[in-house]
């Protein structure tokens, strides 16, 4: 029964360990979580060196201050051996449970150094992006709500995969099993490698929730500057579409150095990132009895906002007229952006 346990317990904290990478890159497509990445990682190491840093601890007394919390986590769980796997993996559900119980306050409190330090550096980071990346147009107003989004997501981050992953490196050393918790990080690096490849492998680069959010605002506030920035890119990937046959998909996105072209056009108005979520379209269709080329830059529409778009013909007339594109257009562009 103890073996049956220990292995259902085995493949519970395996599953986590795979899924956890794929998570992850769900939540960047929200808010970037490079931080508590960050933070995970470093968290980790210090908990894989716990028994090499007591030894140092013994030895020589600047070592003892400098891991002071490492020391202070040993000996917490050398008394506390973890609770059951699951109560980690819902922790971030058990917020009111920590409020009264002295033991969960205790445990949270062994983790606050690492949740101040992710506060510090998000602090920091989310300062540095307001000043790259929302001026001239975009001020405080539309920062905030973003920042706030951000701060959510990578404290979610940090509570839903640190403390799990922290205390199975803490149990698989109490329970002297070097080999199960190996299993476990290969396992890991192994989905963070296919997760890699798979985000890497599509044709556009992952977008957050952020950006996008950030690209329109920046087009509301500036329409004039937004719809010369997009004419600008318009134009200068007609001009590089008729040497550019390949780079036109079966779906009619097209990719390549006309891409390309467009988002370097863009960037003097939006930012890399925001440029990044533009894309274009090429198709050849007949509207009003007339055979047409149109060439469509366009922001894929999202939940509850329309795409922001503008189109190119033959006669090189840009025109924002849904009346000139072929039926099913906007469909057929939404396809090609989630694909």
Known sequence: MKTAKAVADFVLRLAFFVGAPIAIVKAAALFPVGGAIVQ???????????????GLSEKYTLARRLLRKQLEFEAYYREHPPRPFLYYVFYPLLFPYWLWNREARRELMLFRGFTILSAIVLVGTLTYQFFRLFP???????????????????TLVILAFLMPMATTVVHFHRERAPIRLAVLLVAALVSIGVTTYRVTKKRDPLISYATKQRARARSAVSPRGARAAQERALRVAW???????????????????????????LTPFYKPDEAA???????????????????????????????????????EKITNDPLRLPSGAFKAMWKAAAN
């Not at 995970?40 to 007591?54: H, M, N, P, T």
């Not at 001239?136 to 990578?154: D, H, K, M, S």
């Not at 894309?279 to 830059?297: F, H, M, N, P, R």
């Open 40 to 54: 995970i990682v470093i968290a980790l190491v210090i908990f894989f060196v716990g028994e090499a840093a007591r």
């Open 136 to 154: 001239p147009e975009l001020g405080a107003r539309e920062f905030f709500p973003l920042a706030a989004g951000t701060i959510g997501v990578e």
């Open 239 to 265: 001009k590089v579409l008729p040497h550019s046959a390949d780079d036109v998909d079966i779906d009619g996105k097209v990719e390549g150095l006309p891409l390309e072209m467009a988002r370097i056009a």
């Open 277 to 315: 979520a533009w894309d274009l379209w090429y198709t050849k269709a007949k509207i009003d009895g007339k055979s047409q080329q149109l060439l469509v830059l366009y922001f894929a529409a999202t939940r509850g906002k329309n795409a922001m778009w503008i189109a190119i013909d033959r006669s």
